[in-house]
């Protein structure tokens, strides 16, 4: 049989049988097995004692067919007597047993005792001291007490045990040393100390923070009721409070000022600061108030006293300070308002100062280092718009001076291409690639170089003529690749390509005439650059000025194998024609000239043959354009002379003649007065003087007379004698800029007509809005 329960047992008893006399001694045994299982059971727990009764009553005592309880068997002989008297079963009765269950009692003054243990627990871990009681049985008597619904009184009576010494501990502060750091020191021991017994006592009452704390609502843990306590009792001691702040931002200025400071005794107190709750309120406003004061003052002061860099860097050394100081000490929370409070104070404050002061120093020293600082600063503060603006103003003002002194057109373009280069590697290494500071350098060159109309298309065309001509020793084809793609920007920025277009188109003529030119492949190149950059349209012409000079070659051999070259051309003489379509080169007004009665020779035979192989053509003879090569004999020894068509012309005279007067010379050559001078003059007082004036003088006067000099001597067998240009250049110039306007004329007629032809009717305003979208030149509405 089982041990009786707390509440009830019940017990079932069967036997079976073939007669009533063998049922009764199994009734005894039965009887005597419940006696002895039902014995009384005394036991006591924690205290609490219980007791059980067991009463035993035999009438409910029942016989049934269950063999398990009872199983009696009678000997064999017995058993066959059984068979011949067999009796019916008797009806089952049932076993009852009844426990009297007497209510648990807890020991007198339970809960006096047990909360005598544990005060007396808290008070030694307070002062610090051993406690006699181990915290197994401490932490025993907080569960008794939690089991017994006293957990409520038990939370009260801790919390009063912490208020009192919470309170006393704060009061013992108060007046304590006036020096700062000393005083912080005894907070952080007190912060500390406070830590360390809560945490204790929130281990011994851990049961307690478990159940009733959990269960309750509105009730702190142990520990949140501790921080609890003491941020009340510090807000009830201002002195301690103000005291404490007070002492920790003197020691951040200090260490600001450069003085060393302990920065774990900072990270202590703001961390308790930021575990009470009070953080923002009583530590980060009045510490973001004195940042500012403090770097307004410094900032004001390092400005009047310090260059622009050093303030720079001194800048971007303070703020890299603060965020140390975020990193160690400081709550993360604080870290943005106080980067923005210090960038405020030592920049926003003073962008319109820096700028000012030093960003025109720094981009004319290249200072590509302390530029980058300064934008990096500036991106850092939203300040890039003024940044940008100094630079397009920058990049105005010094370009002017590049474009507008006239004295400085010959460097105009080569000053420009190094201002754009020193721009390109500021915007690159300085500006990190910004896309707006990469705008604003392109329309403040735009500006600048369009602020003399034509001028500057002009000088780049001359620019690349001086590039593209033979004679530049020491420049690889890299390098003049390079060079073209440099002055390809500058032309991408000029209003009237137009201009550029008809004076490259000259001087590439000059170039490709007189075999001047350096490389065909740059010249190519060049044209591939201009067609990609404006179409197909704007280098039509010069592409087929490279087809006329190709063409002509093979002209030129087809007249030295033909009949009439071989039967009737002059010996001695060689003779190179180009033949050009007008429509593709510049227009050279026309000059007739007495040619040497071989050249007028050649002339006609060649111009029979062409007619012959082209019918219906027309040629007309551009003797301004020609050049020669003569053989000429001086008493020192033989020379060659490169000379153009009117010098051959004039020199050719002096094999008849040994002293010559201007008329005599003008008479006799046909030459217009102004290209006779300039052609006497580059003969008689240049570099390479064949010719003597009499009287002597660098200009040509209407009496001179002019010798042939038989002292020339030279230490080359080859000479070039240069015309002088210098005349011929203002009158060229002048007349391929009124060709451009006399174009320009005709492209605005055209686009009116097509504008005109499209809306049928328009207004004037419309008109010329419409005529500044369709033209590519700038021009002034009337």
């Not at 403040?444 to 500057?456: D, G, K, S, T, Y």
């Not at 007082?685 to 000099?709: A, I, M, Q, T, Y």
Request: include cysteine; proline fraction near 4%.
């Amino acid at each position: 049989m089982s041990l009786p329960t707390k509440r009830s047992a019940t017990a079932t008893a069967s036997t079976a049988g073939t007669s009533t006399s063998s049922t009764y001694p199994p009734m005894k045994k039965a009887k005597c097995q419940a006696a002895s299982a039902f014995s009384p059971l005394d036991y006591s727990k924690n205290g609490l004692h219980h007791s059980d009764e067991v009463v035993f009553d035999p009438s409910s005592i029942s016989l049934d067919d269950d063999p398990k309880l009872v199983d009696y068997r009678p000997p064999p002989a017995a058993a066959n007597l059984s068979r011949k008297k067999a009796t019916l079963p008797q009806p089952a009765k049932k076993l009852v047993i009844k426990l009297v269950k007497a209510k648990p009692t807890l020991p007198t003054n339970f809960e006096e005792d047990t909360w005598a243990k544990l005060q007396s627990a808290i008070k030694a871990i307070f002062l610090k001291r051993p406690d006699s009681c181990d915290l197994e049985k401490l932490y025993q008597a907080v569960n008794d007490l939690c089991l017994h619904k006293m957990g409520g009184n038990l939370y009260l009576r801790i919390e009063k045990e912490c208020e009192a010494h919470i309170s006393a501990a704060l009061q013992s502060l108060v007046g304590q040393s006036p020096d700062l750091e000393v005083f912080l020191k005894l907070v952080a021991t007190c912060w500390k100390d406070l830590c360390d017994q809560m945490l204790m006592i929130r281990g011994i009452a851990l049961y307690l923070d478990r159940t009733y704390v959990k269960q309750t609502p509105n009730v702190r843990s142990l520990w949140d009721m501790g921080l609890q306590l003491f941020r009340k009792h510090l807000s009830l001691s201002p002195e301690v409070e103000h005291k404490t702040v007070t002492g920790i931002l003197r020691m951040i200025e200090r260490e600001r000022l450069g003085e060393s400071a302990d920065r774990s005794l900072l990270d202590h107190l703001l961390k308790m600061f930021t575990s009470l709750g009070i953080y923002a309120e009583s530590f980060e406003s009045p510490f973001l108030e004195c940042t500012s004061e403090f770097y307004a003052s410094e900032g004001m002061k390092y400005m009047q006293q310090s260059d622009v860099p050093d303030y720079l860097k001194h800048v971007e050394s303070r703020l890299n300070e603060e965020q140390d100081r975020c990193n160690i000490y400081i709550d993360a929370s604080t870290k943005k308002p106080l980067i923005a409070t210090a960038e405020k104070q030592l920049l926003e404050c003073h962008i319109s100062a820096i700028l000012d002061k030093g960003f025109m120093m720094l981009m004319d020293g290249h200072r590509i280092k302390d530029l980058e600082t300064m934008y990096s600063l500036f991106l850092r503060v939203n300040s890039l718009e003024p940044l940008r603006q100094a630079l397009s103003m920058y990049i105005r003002r010094t370009g002017q001076g590049m474009v507008m002194d006239e004295e400085k057109d010959k460097d105009m373009v080569s000053s420009l291409l190094e201002f754009k280069a020193s721009l390109d590697s500021v915007w690159e290494e300085s500006f990190s690639k910004n896309e707006g500071f990469c705008i604003t350098v392109k329309d403040a060159f735009e500006h600048l170089i369009n602020l003399r109309q034509n001028r500057p298309a002009e000088l780049i065309a001359k620019f690349l003529d001086d590039k593209l001509r033979a004679g530049n020793k020491g420049t690889s084809e890299e390098e003049l690749e390079g060079t073209l793609d440099k002055v390809l920007v500058l032309f991408r920025f000029i209003q009237g390509k137009d201009v550029f277009e008809a004076f490259y188109k000259k001087d590439l003529a000059k170039r490709l005439l007189l075999g001047k030119s350096a490389s065909i492949d740059a010249e190519k190149s060049m044209i591939s650059k201009l067609k990609t950059e404006c179409g197909s349209q704007f280098t039509n012409k010069l592409e087929g000025m490279f087809k006329d000079i190709e063409l002509s070659k093979e002209i030129n051999e087809s007249f030295k194998q033909s009949s009439q070259a071989r039967t009737k051309l002059p010996s001695g003489i060689e003779m190179s024609v180009h033949v050009l379509t007008t429509g593709y080169w510049p227009t050279y007004p026309p000059m007739d000239v007495r040619l040497p009665h071989e050249l007028n020779v050649y002339q006609d035979i060649f111009k029979e043959f062409y007619l012959s192989k082209y019918s219906g053509r027309r040629l007309m003879w551009q003797n301004s354009l020609g050049h020669c090569v003569l053989k000429a004999e001086f008493p020192k020894g033989r020379k060659e002379l490169a000379v153009s068509l009117f010098q051959t012309i004039v020199l050719m005279l002096f094999n008849d003649a040994q002293k010559l007067s201007l008329q005599d010379i003008k008479d006799s050559t046909g030459i217009e007065d102004k290209e006779l001078r300039r052609t006497l003059q580059s003969l008689a007082c240049g570099k390479v003087r064949v010719l003597h004036k009499l009287p002597k003088g660098r200009d040509v006067e209407d009496d001179d007379s002019f010798l042939f000099n038989e002292g020339f001597t030279a230490p080359l067998y080859r000479i070039k004698v240069n015309a002088i240009q210098m005349k011929e250049t203002v009158e060229e110039n002048t007349s391929t800029t009124e060709r451009v306007f006399q174009h320009r004329q005709y492209q605005v007629d055209a686009a009116i007509v097509r504008i005109m032809k499209t809306r049928k009717v328009l207004s004037h305003t419309l008109l010329i809005t419409e005529l500044f979208q369709q033209l590519k030149f700038p021009y002034k509405a009337g």
